[in-house]
Each structure stands twice: as C-alpha cells, then as structure tokens.
C-alpha cells in the first residue's frame, strides 16, 4: 500500500437498521489507513445501527445524500443489515449516487444484504459477486455470477458475505481503494 491514502474521502451510504459491524468496522479500519471517511445518509443527524439482534448505538451523519456527489469520494462502501439496504434500494436519490461510482469506474465496496441497494441500481448484470447466501438467488437473477467466498472483488467492485468477513472485506476494499479508478468497473 502507497501512502496515497492519506486524505482520501470515501463515502459510507447508510440508513437507519444498517448492521453495527459491518459499518463501525470498515470505517475504524479505514481511518487507520488514513482515509478520511464520511457517513452518508438521506437524513441528517444520526443514524441508528442493529447489532446482530436489537438495536445498537448511534452514529452521527457527516453529509446527506443531498449535500454530497459521487465527485466528493475516491470510494464508496455500504454495509448491509437488513433494514438498511432494503431502505436504500427504494431511495432514488440512494440509487442515482450508487450508480455514479460504478460510472465514474471507483471502487465500490458491499457485504451481506448491501447486494439488494446494488441489484436495484441495475450494476450487478455480468459481474461475480457473494453476499449473505439468502440473497444468492436474487444476485444471480439480476444477473450477476454468485460464489460462496469470503471476499470476491471483480474490477473494483468488493463484495463479502457477513459479519465474519470483516476481515478480508476490510483489507481487500482498502487495497481497490488504494488502486483508484478501474477502468472496467462500470454501471
């Protein structure tokens, strides 16, 4: 890794329900690389995390989905949950953001149910992909190719299964975000 990172923005899209691991965890790690991370959400405020079972903690949103643009960030990262990513893929304002990275060719990085805000963007057709297994099905009918592996990463787009990816999610995210733009990422 370059020391490139310094100063980097990337965007965390998120909504209320968003999974407290799959959130608190890239962004802790992303911050220790030196990447200035911004939570984004279509309100502001705070956003509320569901950790594992029940509710858990809040975090502060830095930007809404108004007040930023897919030219503000090197990356984009979105955690899943339930709650969240079911929210987001019927937000168009959400989807039109999400959409702008995969155009711009910047990474994009999503795990467990996050899948669906990207199926709703219409950016999976073609593209190899995991998620949490129950979402397999409706990766593959969107037309994406679905594996069961801890971390898959096709062009700059990184996708995991759940909270016990964390790990190789986090390392391989921050090493596409350290590559910059891919030039076969597309939307």
């Known amino acids: 890794m370059t020391q490139s990172l310094n100063g980097i923005r ?8 968003f999974e407290e691991s799959e959130l608190a965890v890239p ?4 911050d220790a690389a030196g990447i200035d991370v911004h939570v984004v959400a279509p309100k502001g405020g705070n956003i509320r995390a569901w950790a594992e ?4 903690d809040e975090y ?25 990513p079911d929210t ?23 795990i467990c149910h996050a899948s669906w805000i990207l199926i ?4 999976v057709e073609g593209r190899r992909m995991t998620s949490i297994p129950s979402v397999a099905q409706d990766l593959i009918n969107a037309g994406a190719e679905w ?9 700059g787009l990184v996708t995991s299964r759940k909270p016990a990816d964390l790990d190789a ?6 090493e596409e975000i350290d590559e910059g733009r891919h030039t076969d990422q597309h939307a």
């Open 60 to 84: 502060p949103v830095d930007k809404t989905l108004d007040e930023v643009s897919e030219h503000d960030y090197a990356a984009l990262m979105l955690p899943g949950g339930v709650i969240n």
């Open 10 to 17: 990337v965007a965390i899209l998120a909504s209320d329900g």
């Open 53 to 56: 079972t029940c509710w858990g």
């Open 88 to 110: 987001l893929r019927q937000n168009d304002k959400a989807l039109a953001f999400v959409r702008a990275f995969f155009k711009a060719g910047k990474p994009v990085g999503a």
């Open 120 to 123: 709703n963007a219409d950016v």
């Open 147 to 155: 594996e069961d592996s801890e971390v898959v990463c096709d062009n």
């Open 169 to 174: 999610f986090c390392s391989k995210l921050i």
């Open 27 to 30: 962004k802790a790690e992303m």
